[in-house]
């Protein structure tokens, strides 16, 4: 239901997942007497209210799982470390650990982005399939959030391409100028998930991405074998 849009009628939700109508029927009705789904007077269904208090839930689990991994982060590579999803067409941060440092880089969890301008986004994208990800960016535009936003969807496969072989995403002031930020996917879990290390680009150097990657990747290691299904 989410993925059709968060609408949908029961012939497709029947299609989609193989079940039989009669027991199609039988689970929504179920769903919307518990609150989970409502029925539309186009007698289609849509997400109901009471998920808003479940994904605030998971949201706040996910965040307290994460933070003794970020914390690390931040003790070693001395910047700001950020936990982030794509939920739909966006990317949400739903979880953060700072910098000691006076000038700091600061995303206020719950915050969401374009997918195509953020190293956690390009980390996300790069793993799922490329029709999947020409379609979302179909649908967002790709728009230009600074100078150096990439708007062109084949320049920015050739980026997702480069993601996939080095095996991290870079954002250098395509989100925001002044802030550079270090990506990795959080592999095998059920959402997808991906975790960085961001702060202001002149503090950003080569040496702090090259020393951040290794640590991006045991920190996303040991957060999927905690979250593996």
């Known amino acids: 239901?989410?993925?059709?849009g968060g609408m949908v009628g029961l012939s497709k939700l029947a299609q989609e997942s193989g079940l039989a109508l009669p027991t199609i029927h039988?689970?929504?009705?179920?769903?919307?007497?518990?609150?989970?789904?409502?029925?539309e007077p186009s007698r289609?269904?849509?997400?109901?209210?009471?998920l808003i208090r479940l994904g605030e839930s998971a949201s706040h689990l996910l965040g307290?799982?994460?933070?003794?991994?970020?914390?690390?982060?931040?003790?070693?590579?001395?910047?700001?470390?950020n936990l982030a999803m794509l939920d739909v067409d966006q990317i949400v941060y739903v979880a953060?650990?700072?910098?000691?440092?006076?000038?700091?880089?600061?995303?206020e969890v719950g915050r969401r982005v374009h997918p195509h301008?953020?190293?956690?986004?390009k980390a996300v994208l790069a793993h799922l399939p490329p029709d999947d990800?020409?379609?979302?960016?179909?649908?967002?535009?790709?728009?230009?959030?600074?100078?150096?936003?990439?708007?062109?969807?084949?320049?920015?496969?050739?980026?997702?391409?480069?993601?996939?072989?080095?095996?991290?995403?870079?954002?250098?002031?395509?989100?925001?100028v002044g802030v550079c930020?270090?990506?990795?996917?959080?592999?095998?879990?059920?959402?997808?998930?991906?975790?960085?290390?961001?702060?202001?680009?002149?503090?950003?150097?080569?040496?702090?991405v090259q020393r951040a990657v290794p640590l991006l990747h045991r920190a996303a290691e040991e957060l999927a074998r905690e979250l593996a299904p």
Do not use: K
């Open 1 to 4: 239901m989410a993925a059709a």
């Open 26 to 39: 039988r689970l929504v009705r179920t769903l919307v007497d518990l609150g989970y789904v409502r029925q």
């Open 44 to 50: 289609q269904y849509s997400l109901g209210p009471r």
């Open 64 to 81: 307290t799982w994460s933070r003794p991994h970020l914390t690390r982060l931040v003790d070693a590579v001395g910047e700001s470390a």
């Open 96 to 107: 953060q650990v700072q910098s000691r440092h006076s000038m700091r880089m600061f995303t």
């Open 117 to 121: 301008c953020t190293a956690v986004g």
């Open 133 to 176: 990800v020409q379609a979302l960016l179909q649908r967002t535009g790709m728009p230009a959030q600074t100078e150096h936003t990439i708007t062109d969807p084949a320049m920015f496969a050739q980026v997702l391409d480069r993601v996939r072989v080095q095996g991290y995403a870079m954002d250098d002031g395509e989100q925001e």
């Open 181 to 208: 930020c270090v990506a990795v996917p959080v592999l095998g879990t059920t959402n997808p998930l991906a975790i960085s290390v961001s702060g202001p680009a002149p503090r950003m150097t080569n040496e702090v």
